[in-house]
């Protein structure tokens, strides 16, 4: 299952320094490389590790050139985590093993259901009636894509997700809730990746849309009728209300959250566990957590954020003396 | 597929002010509505929105009588929300498609369940020993309801979700966690909605509750022995933790937290994001968040709140000079 | 199906006094036990619910020796709340009912998965190629076991968990972004329990580990290379970002997250909702929470807040005339 080393160069471009005849049994981290390792170097306070890593080769920038030299082979790229990444890719495809059935048996798709005939629907799914699933598109274990939805080509969505259950919408009525049917779809572009048991609901009207590019990890909420822009990537447990527009190119830390109705720009990047209550309109890292602290010193600062309001005033009342 | 303007009035009541005899094609929002659209307006913010639409026909409340009549065709009716939850209604059943199987051939229903005759389970359900799935009830794809659990009567229970999964029970015992095994199960009353990949865990030893008409979004965390009162709603990524009682009439925004052996009040809103560390009595709104702002102000903001307590200590000693 | 309680402290040890030949019909909190009852008492603050409750046996610590036999029938041992523990397992195992088929026909067990002849795997659960599952350890429902992914002896894991999906592993190239395959794989230790839709994902190149004895309760997010160490325990919704080291006996608060890359020493506590942003070396409780008060007066502390800084400038000019 070795890969040699100039086979691999020739497949990713870089220029190699060593030889090109090594087999790389393994892609590993500098620390815990072996001999037969293929190693990357793309944070320079990681210097250390390459010094002292027996890795077989290492990927490394132009700037690292002599580092790298001193220690063996190695392969100069202008970025070596996008290369590193490529590279994965490249191994998984070369470790590829054989390939299930298309449609696994135990998959349930409706027969109104379009599924491109490169697309593989996993164990246990569900593809309902009307639902569209493109060209090079994987669905894995019992993922849920629910009537009239569409999910473009070379989607990735892995276990559990849910595309398309009814957006939350109640009218009250007397001390009760009356549910607005979800008349609309969700529809996902090209490249997307949508991670397990992440929910996409679908619109109330119109449409739930997230653009070619986006990345959702795991346990992300998306309400109905949102819209996600090209490329951007919300991680673990976030979560995104009901017609909030966020634009493309822009990030969401864990457990990072947007209320409904919101617009986020273009380039706009919320830290994890940061609620979003108000548009945002200007590029940039937006911020609002509660600092971590020992529990004893917490509980005081808290007591006291709790009269702040109060302290404000009695420093204006200090001042005007 | 069309609607006849006069049949919707004569389903659902309001005063047609216009052509009985229009043909609406969908339901549509007034800024993306065509001639065969039928629209509402229910915030006056939109007003501008009204004034510009194309909509074939609106639906408003008396006071809006004037600006909609300048404009079309109209209905006035009280509450032009609840009047368009009740038109999806409407509309989704005059477009029903015919229904599957009443349970689908993959779903694993336990001879023991009782499944009433008007339920439906979907696709790749599993239903255990002893549970009851009342009339009308509608269980989406991959639901699980665990042994002994109750869902009431026209519930609706969404992909992925997890009824009567053990309660996070666990005894120390010099450095381990013995398991206390879950011997209560889950009741869920009537009219009750729960979300894609929502989890309710059965007791320890009695039963979780949710009640009446509560309606939960995805991806929300209920722990054992909790009781969710009549009609109390919560938004996507919201919890509550073991033993507490929430009241009827409450609503809890999304990612908004209760702790466990708390109790509150019926008509207590908590807002989304806010972790409820204490018992509240007392009806009203509820909120704990750190303020969201640019990454820098807050950095600076979050280093002072950690010395909060000790400048309170310096404004009282500066008050005292 | 009751239980003499003599068979009990034979099974189970503790001091009876009182009636062994009492048949003991169900567990009850002791404020709704009945005469056939066995209750516990382990928090001296329901000293009182002890004096009016009508259960017909209660254990009870040593101390409490005397108050319990004012009352009627009692167990002494040194720890209640654990005897409770191991009572549930006791009874539990003493009214199960006959277990199902131990690879349930519905579920998708790959013929290279190694699935040990003790192991039980519920309905609609995937095990992929190369899986193993260890001696007495259950998957409940729809629960998914990627490719390669190892769990060890006496597990459970509950409906709808997800073990192995890919890391969420992204790289940069001028505005989109390239997939870094995740070529690890995870491995769960002994005695682990995982909640239900929780998700443990796949290392990038080495593997996730969950050690002996971790408790993980329900939708939880464990990133790519994580390491949780032995006998910890998180509660709901809380996650752990890639890379990230939580020591053993650890626990970690509903909805608590601990960003990526950073370690937790042995004994760390963190309180719900609370945010670890920075590597915590020495053992306690640690919190980060924003207050929660009614609104209004939230409103203001968090205006106030947003001028902190500007504050403390302001008493530090005071503090200078």
């Known amino acids: 299952m070795a890969l ?3 086979a691999i160069v020739e497949a990713l471009g870089g220029e190699l320094q ?9 892609l590993a981290p500098l620390q815990n490389a072996s ?3 293929l190693s990357f170097l793309s944070n320079p306070k990681f210097l250390k590790e390459l010094a002292s890593s027996v890795a077989g080769c290492v990927i490394v920038s132009p700037a690292l050139r002599e580092q790298a030299a001193a220690r063996g082979a190695f392969i100069v790229t202008p970025d070596p985590y996008l290369y590193f990444a490529r590279l994965t890719q490249h191994w998984k495809r070369a470790h590829a093993r054989p390939d299930g059935p298309r449609i696994h048996p135990s998959a349930v798709v409706d027969p109104e259901a379009v599924v491109d005939p490169t697309a593989r629907i996993g ?3 569900v ?6 699933i493109g060209a090079g598109t994987v669905l894995k274990s019992n993922v849920t894509v629910s009537e009239d939805c569409q999910i473009g080509a070379r989607c990735l969505v892995h276990p559990g997700a849910v ?4 957006g939350f919408g109640l009218a009250p009525d007397r001390g009760t809730w009356v549910k607005i049917e979800q008349l609309g779809a969700v529809r996902i572009g090209d490249d997307v990746e949508i991670g397990a048991n992440t929910c996409i609901d679908r619109g109330a009207l119109e449409d739930t849309v997230i653009e070619d590019g986006v990345k959702l990890d795991n346990l992300i909420q998306v309400g109905h009728n949102v819209r996600i822009g090209k490329h951007t990537a919300m991680a673990g447990c976030s979560a995104v209300a009901g017609s909030a527009v966020i634009g493309p190119h822009c990030t969401v830390g864990g457990a990072g ?3 409904g109705h919101l617009t986020l720009a273009e380039g706009v990047h919320i830290s994890a566990a940061s609620l979003v209550t108000r548009s945002i309109h200007k590029p940039g890292q937006y911020t609002g957590v509660f600092p971590i602290d020992d529990n004893a010193a917490w509980e005081k600062n808290a007591a006291t954020l709790r009269q702040l309001h109060g302290l404000r005033d009695r420093i204006k009342a200090l001042e005007k003396k």
């Open 163 to 166: 595309i398309g259950a009814d």
């Open 257 to 259: 959250m947007v209320l």
């Open 127 to 132: 593809v309902e009636r009307g639902a569209r």
């Open 123 to 125: 164990p246990l799914c």
């Open 18 to 26: 060593g030889d090109a005849e090594l087999n790389i049994a393994r």
């Open 35 to 37: 001999p037969d390792s």
């Open 4 to 6: 040699r080393l100039g």
